[in-house]
């Protein structure tokens, strides 16, 4: 940093060209902008949804969205292999999807901020909170995914638990990484001497000055627990027919991959629309707030 | 090297046993009575208390672990509920395609990745660079299983240039080569992003060494420069980081082979899981982690020889 000038923002490092922050910012929000779109879609699926879910109609089963000659107003996206809307599906089946992830990526990231905060704050606790994230680490988040199916049995619930407990290590790691900058700085030595307790400093003086870096990764994170999610219940251990969720439908779909591709093809391309936003989001937030997890 | 390989050995210990208590969790989970089971329903109590002897189910549970960790240990897995075959066999016969669907992915998707990777590195902040970003970044967007089903459709159905259902024998001859060719492509295609998103970030930390410049300064050829000075030493990272990312690939090798009804130990897991086949299910996951040890420790070897620092620090 030298000479910053009055007109320039202080906070952005400046590594790239004007041009080039424009259009990642650009990107950015219109990502962001998608991002809501997406939640907000879910969130009101209730009353967006201009058809039953789960209503199944053998009359009029695989029509075509209704941009193609068969196609009908009342089925703006067609219908699937049931006769039941796609669009009303889709709806419905996002509003799943982003449950998920959410519920997974809240669950893995609390714990893992947590466990990494205490690693940098006690350090008697370092070594064995690190052996334990570092054991898990190697245990790759799919084999967990099955190991959990096996033991539970297939449904969302098996795949909710391995998506946290596959993101718990990584958020460890950054968390800690981060916190124990933090515990170099003077104000902790400050707090200290002026006699807080070790909440106070714990809460007020370390989570709040991590909780970026955590935040920005768990945003990169969340794009891989809902492809991961979807996978799994693609492969039919996550959510159970006839529930609506993403994966779900599109496994269904291949049965009429030739017939009626769009019921398989428009789940997928709302997962990658979901996971394509959520990455561009965190990768831009990643450069603007924290840099340095580029190499995490 | 020889430390830093064996406390590497020792982290997979601690999960070797996660997997074995795994395991053992999921065999008692199976319903009813083993015992009577392997007995038969005419059996007299007397023999089934023998076979109870037998196995050790008698035992505390501890001990059934030990014994479990023991026929483990000698290949022995139980056996399919399904289909009465010893489990160990048919892990078997499905380690190989699993092992040439792998293969085949890294093949072209590891060279091209890095390629792509260098190419953006070199040309930092150029057009060029934008997009191969933008490719990397829509390739770790993709769901494995939508690249499949698009492959499937296209170029199996629609255009019938190659085979798309199971597999026709190994790799050499052609049937079996035409029928790897869109699983392999499939599970590729996702590997080539992270791979080349890794190398550039590689390259470009490399790129700014004083090696580098010194190259440059004594008059080399960019060409020069680039392969033999930034890409040899950017590999070293890469290749922990393609280990990294071998559960990746192994989550895309489970989808892969279900799509394509390829025979692989994925597939085998899934449909076991599915079918409520525990002891399978329970073998496919043992060999699954096994594997996935055994490749992560590999990596820590290859990674020893291409850069010697490791380990003596």
Known sequence: ?296 | MGVHLLHRAALSIPVLFGVLLLGFMLLQLVPGDVAQVIAGPQATPEVIEQIRKDLGLDRSRVIQFFIYISRVAQGDLGYSMINNTPVIQELGEAIGPTFELMLGSLIFSVPIGIALGTIAAVNRGRALDRIIIAIAVFGVSMPVFFIGLMLIMYVGYHWELLPFLGRAGPLWTLDGLAHAALPSLTLGLIFIGPVARMTRTAALEVMNADYVRTARAKGLAEHTVIIRHVLRNALIPVVTLIGLQAGYLLGGAVVTETIFSWPGVGRLAVGAILARDLPLAQGSILILAVSFIVINLFVDVLYGFLDPRVGKR
């Open chain 1, 1 to 296: 940093m030298t000479a910053v000038t009055a007109n320039e923002p202080v906070v952005a490092p400046r590594r790239y060209g004007n041009l080039r922050r424009l259009f990642r910012d650009k990107l950015a929000i219109t990502a962001a902008v998608l991002l809501v779109l997406l939640i907000l879609a879910a969130l009101l699926a209730p009353w967006l949804a201009p058809n039953d879910p789960y209503l199944t109609n053998t009359r009029l089963r695989m029509l075509p969205p209704v941009w193609e000659t068969r196609g009908r107003w009342e089925f703006l996206m067609g219908t699937d292999g049931l006769g039941r809307c796609m669009l009303s599906r889709l709806l419905y089946g996002l509003r799943a999807t982003l449950m998920m992830g959410v519920v997974a990526t809240a669950i893995g990231g609390s714990i893992g901020l947590l466990l990494g905060l205490f690693a940098a704050f006690y350090r008697r606790l370092d070594g064995l909170i690190m052996h334990l994230s570092d054991i898990l680490l190697s245990f790759p988040a799919i084999l967990l995914g099955l190991s959990f199916a096996a033991v539970v049995g297939p449904g969302m619930t098996a795949v909710v638990i391995s998506l946290a407990v596959a993101t718990i290590p990584t958020v460890v790691r950054v968390t800690r990484a981060s916190a124990l900058v933090v515990m170099g700085q003077d104000f902790i030595e400050a707090g200290r001497s002026i006699g807080l307790d070790d909440r106070t400093l714990l809460v007020r003086y370390l989570a709040l000055n991590c909780i970026s870096s955590v935040f920005v990764y768990m945003t990169l994170r969340f794009g891989q627990v809902i492809l991961l999610g979807s996978a799994l219940s693609f492969l039919g251990l996550g959510a159970q027919p006839p529930v609506a969720e993403l994966g779900t439908m599109a496994s269904a779909g291949r049965n009429e991959l030739f017939l009626a591709p769009h019921i398989a093809v428009m789940p997928s391309l709302v997962i990658v629309l979901l996971v394509l936003c959520a990455n561009l989001l965190g990768d831009a937030l990643r450069d603007m707030l924290d840099p340095r997890l580029r190499h995490t």
